[in-house]
C-alpha cells in the first residue's frame, strides 16, 4: 500500500511539474504578444451561445492576452456579430475583451466573467411613437469593416443588445449549477449618438464610458460621460442599477459647471437650453421602465443650483433676465406623467435699487393626455418697473397691459401669485386661473387718462387673468396751485372682463382735503366739472370729504358720456365766490352729489351775508336749466336787493321785517333766469300805503312770486300773490326795462280793505307812469296822500311858493297819467264817489290836469276840473249837492243840499289858491258850530242846529291848499239866524286844527247897520260878515279831541272893541305852526 501511495504521489508531482511548466511556457509566449486561437473560434463561440442561448455569435479571430500579471488573461475576439433568432444582426463590434474563468478553463470549460466594450458606437432612439431603443454598433475607425454588408445592425432590432446584456448579467455568480455566469461589462472609450425622433434632436457624447456590475437581482450601472457644447467640456457622472424584477432603470446623473446655453448650437430642437447662461450644478434621478416608458413605476427628480447668469426667456415669458443665482428640485412621478416643482428661487439682479428672489413651487399632472398645471411663486420686493419687465405677456396680457400704462413708479412688496394652466396638450398649455397679490408702496396710479395721477400710493395689488383690483389706504393727489394734495383714504380700485372685448372698470376712491383743489381736480379733461358748475376753482377754498365713484370702459380714447360718474361728500368753512347773485357761498355745513347729469349741494351755509338753507343744481347734460338754487332763508330788508327783490311790493313799507323765505332760482342756457320765492310773512310788519291797508306782526299772510331774468338783469315777475287773513289779497304782474328799471306794474287782483280793484301801469321812455285803474271799489284817500310824496317814499314833498323856469332841479315826483273807472271811490268814511270817470295827469313837479267825473250818494252829479293853459293851471268845481260832494270828499257831513262851485289857480309851486261856494244849503248837526254855539251861551241856535237844522244862504271859503295843509281866509257863512266867520289851517298829514273866528246870532238884524259908513265898522267890527254882537272863537290842536274857546266878554262887546280881548286869548289868525315855508330859492 505504502509502495501504491508514493507512487501516486510521484504522479502528481509530475503533472504538478508539467502544469508548473506549461504554464511557464504559457506565461513566457503571452508575454510575447497575444497568442493567436483561431483553432479555438469555434469553442469560444459556443460558450459564448451558451451564456445567451437566444443569441448566435459569429466571431472571426480569437487570441488570448495577458497584460497585466495582477488581472486575469484575456480572450479578445474580434469581427464579432450579435443575431437573434431571426438571423438579425442586433450588434457588431471590432473586438471584445473576453475574461474567462481559470480554473473552469482547465477543466475544460469556457465560461465568460466579463466583457470589455472598447470604442464602439451606443445608439439611443427615441421613436415618434415614443419608444426607445437602444443599439451597439462598431466602433468608428479609418480600418475597413470585414463585416458583410447584410449583416449591418437594423433600426428596428437596436434594443435586442440591452435585452442580450441583461440577459447575460442576470445569471448569479454564486450559483454554480445555474451554469456560466457575466459578472460585469466595461464599455470604454464608446461614442454615444442619442437621438430624438419627435424634436429632431441628435447628440453625440465622445469618449463615454460605461460599467456594469451583474448582481443577484440587478445590475449596477456606472458611467463617465463628457458633454461636449463649444468649447467647453462638462464630465456628467451616472450611477444606477437596472432591477429584473420589476424590469425598472434607475439612474442618477450627477454634473457641475455645466452651461446649458453652450449646447443649444449642437441643434435646432436644443435651442430652448440657450435660455440659461449660467454655470450649472445639480443631479438627476430617473426611474424607468425601458419597455414601458409610461408605466407608474417611472418617475425621477432634479435638483440644480445655478450660479450667476442670464436667464433668456422668450420674449412672451418674460425676455432677457439677468440673475445671481438660482436653485431648482423637482420630481415627477405617475410615469412621467406628474411633475412636482418642490422649490425654485431665482435671485433677479436688477439697477433700479432692489434684486428681487422669486420663489416657484407647484405641480403639472395629465402630462400626457390633458396637462393641467398650478404654480406658485412669491417675490420678497421689487420696483414695479420689474414687474412689468417680468411678468409673462403670456399670463394674462390684457391685465399685464393695464398695469404697464396705468401704473407707475414706487415699489411692491410681499409678492404671491397662483397660476393654473391647462390645455388640450402640452403646447397648448394657457392660463385658466390667476391670482397675484402684492403690497403697493409709492406707487403712481392713472385712473382717467387726462386726470392727475393719484402718486404715493399704498396698497394691495390682487390681479386675476381678467381683473385688476387695488385696494388703497393712502395715496394723494397733488396740487400744483397749493403745493398741497388731496390725501387719498381707502379706496377700492377695480378692473375686470380685461379679456373681453370691452374692458370695465369700478373705483370707489375716498378723498379728503382742500375743496379748491377736489374742484380744480375734477376741472381736468374729461370731466371739467367746475367750469361747468361756473365756479372759478382756484379761488375755491373748504374742507372736502369725497367718496368718488368711476364706472367707465377701458378704452384708449373715453368720452365723457361713457364715464359714469357719482360723487358724494361732506364740504365744511366753505368759500366759492360768485356762486349766486354775485355773491359768495361761505361757511356752513354741505353735502355734495355729482352724477353724469349734473351735480346737487344741498345743506346750511352763508350766501353773501344771508345764513341760508341750500339746495344747489347744477346739471351737465345740456338741458334748458343749466342751474338751480334753493334757498331756505330769512332775509332782513337790507337783504332783498341782493336776492334781486329789492323793489315795491318787497321792500318797506310794504314788507318790512326779516322774511322766512324760500326761494328757487333757475338760470339757462341761453342766459335767462327765473325766480321762485315764496315767503312766509306772518312774523313781520306790512302795508300797502296807497290803499290805507297794514298789518302787524302776528297776523297770518304769505307772499309768492316768480321773476325772470336776462343777463342777470330783471325781465319781468310774471305773477305775485300777497295774502293775509286781515282782508288782503294782491296778485299782479311787473315788468323791467334797461337797468332794471320798472317798465310795467299789474294788479289783476287787488283787495285790501274796502278797495277791489285792478290796476295796469306802464312807465314810458320819458319816465312818466302810465295808469289804468278799474274795480268796484276803490277807498281812495290814502292813495291820494300818497300821491303826493316823492319817490323816496314816505318824505312829503315841500311846496314851492315860487320856481326859477332856468332851475335845472332833479325831479322829485313821479310824473303819472292816471286813468280810473271805479264803481264807488271813498275819499271818506261816509259815502263815497260813484261811477268814476278821472283822468290824472302829474308831471315830475305839479299836477298838469285832473277831469274827474263821478256821481253822488243823492246820484247828483259832480265834476272836477284842473286844466293848464298858456302856463297857467285853473282848477273848477260843481255839483248841485255841495253837502253831498263835502260828505263825499270826507270834508264834513253836516252840510245838506247846496248849490257848489269850485274855482281857482295851482301856481307853478303847485300852491292852490281859490274859493268854494254854496248857497241855499241846510247846517244839520255839525258838532263842530254845535260846540261854538254852547259856549257861546247860543243854546236856542244850537237846539236848533240838533234838530231840523239852520238854513244858510251863502258858504263863502277863499283858501290856499300847499304841502297837504289847507289854510282859509275870510271864510264866511251866514244864513237868517246864524253867521259864522273864520280863517287859520287845516294840515291833512297829523289833523291839526288851528282856526279862530266869530260866530254872529241874528246875523239878518245883527249885521243891517254893517252898510253904514264909519258907525257901522265901529259897530260890527273890521271882520267881514261882522255883526254889532258876536262872539269870538278859537279851535286848536288835534282834531279828534280839539275843543273849541269863546271868550264871553267879546260877545257884549260891540264891533271893533272885540279885537281888544283877542289880546287875552293870544289868538292869531296866522298860527306859526302851520305858516307856508318860504319860497325855495
Not at 270817470?837 to 285832473?850: G, K, P
Request: charged share 20%.
Amino acid at each position: 500500500m505504502k509502495i501504491v501511495l508514493r507512487l501516486f504521489v510521484r504522479v502528481l508531482e509530475g503533472f504538478a511539474i508539467v502544469a508548473v511548466l506549461a504554464t511557464a511556457v504559457l506565461f513566457i509566449q503571452l508575454a510575447r504578444g497575444p497568442l493567436p486561437l483561431d483553432p479555438f473560434v469555434p469553442y469560444v463561440e459556443s460558450s459564448l451561445n451558451r451564456l445567451v442561448p437566444d443569441y448566435a455569435f459569429s466571431i472571426a479571430d480569437a487570441e488570448l492576452n495577458w497584460k497585466r500579471l495582477t488581472r486575469r488573461p484575456e480572450l479578445t475576439i474580434k469581427n464579432v456579430q450579435v443575431r437573434n433568432t431571426d438571423g438579425q444582426v442586433i450588434a457588431a463590434f471590432r473586438s471584445l475583451d473576453v475574461s474567462v474563468d481559470i480554473p473552469e478553463l482547465i477543466s475544460g470549460r469556457l465560461v465568460v466573467e466579463h466583457l470589455g466594450i472598447s470604442r464602439p458606437v451606443v445608439r439611443i432612439v427615441r421613436a415618434a411613437d415614443g419608444n426607445v431603443s437602444l443599439g451597439v454598433e462598431a466602433s468608428i475607425s479609418s480600418e475597413p469593416v470585414t463585416v458583410p454588408p447584410d449583416a449591418q445592425v437594423g433600426d428596428g432590432q437596436q434594443s435586442g443588445i440591452a435585452v442580450f446584456l441583461i440577459d447575460a448579467l442576470r445569471v448569479s455568480p454564486d450559483d454554480a449549477k445555474s451554469g456560466p455566469t457575466l459578472e460585469s461589462v466595461d464599455i470604454t472609450q464608446s461614442t454615444i449618438v442619442i437621438v430624438d425622433e419627435p424634436s429632431g434632436v441628435q447628440w453625440l457624447i465622445p469618449d463615454a464610458n460605461l460599467r456594469l456590475l451583474g448582481q443577484r437581482e440587478t445590475i449596477e450601472i456606472a458611467a463617465n460621460l463628457p458633454l461636449l457644447g463649444g468649447s467647453e467640456k462638462v464630465n456628467v457622472d451616472v450611477a444606477g442599477r437596472y432591477t429584473y424584477a420589476a424590469g425598472l432603470l434607475s439612474l442618477t446623473a450627477s454634473f457641475d459647471g455645466l452651461r446649458p446655453a453652450a449646447f443649444a448650437s449642437l441643434a435646432a430642437a436644443l435651442d430652448p437650453l440657450k435660455a440659461i447662461d449660467a454655470s450649472v450644478k445639480g443631479v438627476i434621478e430617473v426611474n424607468l421602465v425601458p419597455d414601458n416608458l409610461n408605466s407608474d413605476a417611472a418617475w425621477g427628480s432634479i435638483s440644480l443650483n445655478i450660479g450667476a447668469g442670464t436667464l433668456a426667456l422668450p420674449e412672451q415669458w418674460g425676455g432677457i433676465v439677468a440673475m445671481s443665482g438660482a436653485e431648482l428640485k423637482a420630481t415627477t412621478s405617475g410615469g412621467l406623467d406628474q411633475i412636482a416643482l418642490e422649490k425654485l428661487d431665482v435671485r433677479i439682479t436688477r439697477n433700479d435699487g432692489l434684486s428681487p428672489v422669486i420663489s416657484a413651487s407647484g405641480r403639472a399632472i395629465n402630462l400626457r393626455t390633458a396637462p393641467d398645471v398650478d404654480m406658485k411663486a412669491t417675490i420678497d420686493a421689487m420696483t414695479l418697473q420689474a414687474l412689468k419687465d417680468l411678468w409673462p405677456k403670456a399670463i394674462a396680457l390684457n391685465t399685464r397691459n393695464w398695469i404697464v400704462q396705468n401704473l407707475s413708479g414706487g415699489t411692491i412688496k410681499a409678492v404671491s401669485a397662483t397660476v393654473k394652466f391647462a390645455g388640450t396638450e402640452a403646447w397648448t398649455l394657457a392660463p385658466q386661473n390667476l391670482k397675484l397679490r402684492a403690497v403697493l408702496d409709492g406707487v403712481a396710479v392713472t385712473y382717467i387718462k387726462g386726470m392727475p395721477k393719484v402718486e404715493k400710493t399704498v396698497g394691495v395689488l390682487n390681479v386675476g387673468l381678467n381683473e385688476v383690483t387695488i385696494d388703497v389706504t393712502g395715496g394723494v393727489v397733488p396740487d400744483l396751485l397749493s403745493g398741497q394734495g388731496l390725501r387719498i383714504g381707502k379706496s377700492k380700485l377695480r378692473m375686470f372682463d380685461i379679456g373681453s372685448s370691452l374692458p370695465k372698470a369700478d373705483f370707489a376712491i375716498k378723498v379728503t382735503g382742500d375743496l379748491g383743489e377736489a374742484l380744480r381736480m375734477i376741472d381736468n379733461e374729461p370731466l371739467k366739472y367746475a367750469s361747468k358748475m361756473q365756479v372759478n376753482p382756484a379761488t375755491a377754498t373748504g374742507v372736502a370729504d369725497i367718496d368718488l365713484s368711476l364706472k367707465f370702459p377701458l378704452l384708449n380714447n373715453l368720452s365723457l358720456d361713457e364715464l359714469q360718474i357719482g360723487v358724494k361728500a361732506k364740504v365744511t368753512e366753505t368759500l366759492i365766490e360768485n356762486v349766486l347773485f354775485g355773491m359768495p357761498l361761505t361757511g356752513g355745513d354741505l353735502a355734495l352729489e355729482v352724477i353724469n347729469s349734473g351735480l346737487t349741494v344741498s345743506g346750511t351755509a352763508n350766501l353773501g351775508p344771508i345764513r341760508t338753507g341750500l339746495t344747489w343744481k347744477q346739471d351737465f347734460t345740456g338741458a334748458e336749466v343749466q342751474s338751480e338754487y334753493a334757498l331756505d332763508a330769512l332775509v332782513t330788508n337790507e337783504d332783498r336787493p341782493l336776492v334781486q327783490l329789492g323793489f315795491a311790493p318787497f321792500i318797506p313799507p310794504n314788507i318790512d321785517g326779516n322774511v322766512r323765505t324760500e326761494v328757487v332760482y333757475r338760470t339757462m342756457r341761453d342766459g335767462r333766469a327765473v325766480l321762485i320765492a315764496e315767503c312766509d310773512l306772518t312774523d313781520v310788519a306790512m302795508a300797502i300805503p296807497e290803499l290805507g291797508w297794514s298789518k302787524s306782526p302776528g297776523i297770518k299772510a304769505s307772499f309768492k312770486t316768480d321773476v325772470t331774468l336776462q343777463s342777470g338783469a330783471l325781465v319781468a315777475v310774471p305773477s305775485f300773490v300777497v295774502t293775509a287773513e286781515n282782508d288782503l289779497k294782491v296778485a299782479g304782474s311787473v315788468t323791467f326795462g334797461a337797468q332794471n328799471a320798472l317798465r310795467t306794474f299789474k294788479i289783476t287782483t287787488g283787495k285790501a280793505g274796502k278797495t277791489d280793484l285792478t290796476l295796469d301801469a306802464t312807465k314810458e321812455d320819458d319816465g312818466r307812469y302810465i295808469l289804468n285803474v278799474t274795480g268796484p271799489v276803490f277807498d281812495a284817500p290814502y292813495f291820494w296822500k300818497e300821491l303826493n310824496k316823492d319817490a323816496s317814499r314816505g318824505i312829503a314833498t315841500e311846496a314851492k311858493t315860487e320856481i326859477d323856469p332856468n332851475h335845472n332841479a332833479q325831479p322829485d315826483q313821479i310824473p303819472v297819467i292816471l286813468t280810473a273807472n271805479i264803481g264807488e271811490m271813498w275819499l271818506g268814511k261816509d259815502s263815497p264817489l260813484k261811477n268814476v270817470v278821472l283822468v290824472f295827469d302829474r308831471n315830475q313837479h305839479v299836477i298838469q290836469s285832473v277831469d274827474l267825473k263821478s256821481k253822488l250818494e243823492s246820484g247828483d252829479s259832480f265834476d272836477f276840473a284842473l286844466v293848464s293853459k298858456d302856463g297857467v293851471r285853473t282848477l273848477s268845481g260843481k255839483s248841485v249837492d255841495g253837502g253831498g260832494v263835502l260828505k263825499s270828499l270826507g270834508l264834513f257831513d253836516d252840510i245838506k243840499g247846496g248849490a257848489l262851485t269850485i274855482a281857482g289857480t295851482v301856481s307853478p309851486a303847485g300852491v292852490v289858491e281859490g274859493k268854494a261856494e254854496i248857497s241855499e244849503f241846510k247846517l244839520v248837526q255839525a258838532p263842530m258850530v254845535a260846540r261854538i254855539l254852547s259856549v257861546a251861551a247860543l243854546t236856542g241856535i244850537a237846539d236848533e242846529l240838533r234838530g231840523q237844522g239852520i238854513s244858510f244862504k251863502t258858504l263863502r271859503m277863499p283858501f290856499t291848499f300847499s304841502s297837504s295843509t289847507l289854510r282859509i281866509t275870510d271864510s264866511e257863512m251866514f244864513g237868517r239866524s246864524l253867521g259864522l266867520t273864520a280863517q287859520g289851517s287845516y294840515r291833512f298829514t297829523d289833523s291839526q286844527i288851528d282856526m279862530e273866528g266869530t260866530v254872529i246870532p241874528a246875523y239878518a238884524l245883527n249885521t243891517a247897520l254893517n252898510s253904514i259908513p264909519i258907525v257901522g265898522t265901529l259897530l260890527t267890527g273890521l271882520e267881514k260878515g261882522g255883526g254889532i254882537f258876536a262872539a269870538n272863537f278859537t279851535w286848536r290842536g288835534p282834531s279828534a279831541t280839539a275843543e273849541p274857546s269863546v271868550n264871553p266878554l267879546s260877545v257884549l262887546t260891540p264891533g271893533i272893541t272885540r279885537k281888544i280881548f283877542s289880546i287875552f286869548g293870544g289868538s292869531s289868525s296866522t298860527p306859526k305852526t302851520v305858516s307856508p315855508p318860504s319860497p325855495k330859492q
